[in-house]
């Protein structure tokens, strides 16, 4: 055993278990393609100040989990713990909000300082989405029409449910926040330990505290309904109508804030109780004045970000994962010295068919051999190359998942046609 490990909350992702994230990122990718939605590959590592700037300086994501240190030229940099501040400065360094709207989606690992638990890991990765320039909420209602149709796709729509609510305008949401916080203080030693720590920092967090006393606080706590400007009301009825019209099943959580500074009006959350404490699967909403906190003109904004961990985590327990990609052929070659030819076959059937899962046997070995790591493999067939086919330019062809099929010998040149109906 080698003496080196993965850093603690980096995992591997083995053979084995990649077919459901690919499962995933498949039918995201076409989903959103369907939907008019473009790719955008992010860089891993951004300057910490985009981050503080932001997600905000007193969130626990900035104070206690980013990966930040210090390059050779000095510049102080952090390994992104969210996608959403790289697009929109993406976006405004290439110029691609000027004059014009954008529906963009990215997908990859993000880093947080976390303590590692079952789908929540300090290396994790997100599927983003992120509309620029659009202010209605036909837009919020488009991406939660979008979500609720991945979850048809995948099949795990019995297990989510999707939780919204607003916010209002930034000046609601900080008149709220003031009037919270001055009910809060004096409370505080009624609060749970989580809860004093954020109550000077970001106290709307506090709504999301699990602690059962808490909770019992805040129900006598002002409500942020009471603080929503009318244009914000407005524009949260139309999305429910919406949502209503298309048949998307949701609740109103008026205690769901969201842990980002960036937010304005519709916030949401699909979340799961099959996961146990990690039930959040998927979250978003507008963050209307990012755009212009980051150097831009004012531009309207909504997203969301999906745990694709926990998301595949849910499509093993639902029986819905795809299996592991299996081989269609498996190429033996007793002698060796026959291996460049058998090669050449290999190359000449992949051009032929290039879905052809075919792996053609490396390092030698036996017969008896060969036999068993074809069989390993999962492979439907076993294609045999020794001295009697060469001769007549033949394969010979056994069935290792059908044991009523008897192995018979083709000539090479048959060989694509009779694998194409065979293939995946």
């Not at 690992?109 to 976390?114: D, L, S």
């Not at 026959?338 to 879905?355: G, T, V, W």
């Not at 051999?369 to 001769?391: C, F, N, P, R, V």
């Amino acid at each position: 055993m080698s003496q080196y490990k993965s850093v603690k909350g980096m995992n591997d992702i083995l053979p084995a278990d990649v077919a459901v994230w690919q499962q995933l990122e498949e039918c995201a990718a076409e989903l959103f393609a369907g939907y008019g939605y473009s790719e955008i590959r992010l860089p891993i590592v951004e300057p910490t100040d985009l981050f503080c700037r932001s997600i905000g300086e007193v969130t626990d994501i900035v104070e206690k989990e980013m990966y930040t240190f210090t390059d050779r030229n000095d510049q102080k940099i952090s390994l992104r713990p969210e996608g959403t501040a790289s697009c929109v400065r993406a976006c405004l360094q290439h110029g691609l909000l000027h004059k014009q709207t954008q529906k963009l989606w990215y997908s990859g690992p993000m880093f947080r300082y976390e303590r590692p638990q079952k789908g929540r890991q300090r290396q994790f990765h997100q599927i983003g989405v992120e509309a620029f320039g659009f202010s209605g909420p036909d837009i919020d209602a488009e991406l939660l029409m979008l979500t609720n149709r991945l979850w048809r796709v995948l099949g795990i729509d019995e297990h989510v449910t999707l939780q919204i609510n607003s916010l209002g305008t930034l000046a609601a949401r900080n008149e709220f926040k003031a009037e919270l916080q001055s009910y809060l203080r004096a409370h505080e030693g009624e609060l749970d330990e989580d809860s004093q720590r954020r109550l000077n920092s970001n106290p709307l967090r506090i709504l999301d505290s699990k602690n059962p006393g808490t909770q019992t606080l805040l129900d006598a706590a002002p409500s942020l309904a009471d603080y929503i400007d009318d244009e914000s009301k407005h524009h949260f009825a139309e999305l429910r109508e919406r949502l209503d019209a298309a048949g998307v099943k949701y609740s109103v959580n008026s205690r769901l804030v969201r842990g980002l500074d960036y937010y304005s009006q519709t916030v949401f959350e699909w979340v799961t109780d099959s996961l146990g404490a990690q039930g959040t699967v998927c979250a978003g909403g507008r963050y209307d004045g990012l755009v212009e906190q980051l150097g831009g003109k004012p531009c309207p904004a909504v997203g969301f970000a999906m745990g694709m961990e926990r998301l595949c985590l849910m499509l093993e327990q639902s029986k819905n994962a795809a299996a592991a990609t299996s081989l269609d052929a498996y190429l033996i070659v007793p002698d060796n010295a026959l291996h460049s030819s058998a090669q050449q076959i290999a190359e000449r059937l992949r051009d032929d068919l290039p879905q052809l899962r075919l792996q053609l046997h490396c390092g030698g070995g036996s017969m008896k051999s060969q036999m068993k790591k074809a069989d390993k493999s999962a492979a439907q067939l076993a294609l045999i190359y020794g001295e009697t086919e060469h001769a007549s330019q033949s394969m010979t062809v056994k069935h290792l998942r059908d044991a009523g099929t008897e192995q018979h010998t083709l000539a090479v040149s048959e060989l694509a046609e009779y694998l194409l109906p065979r293939i995946g």
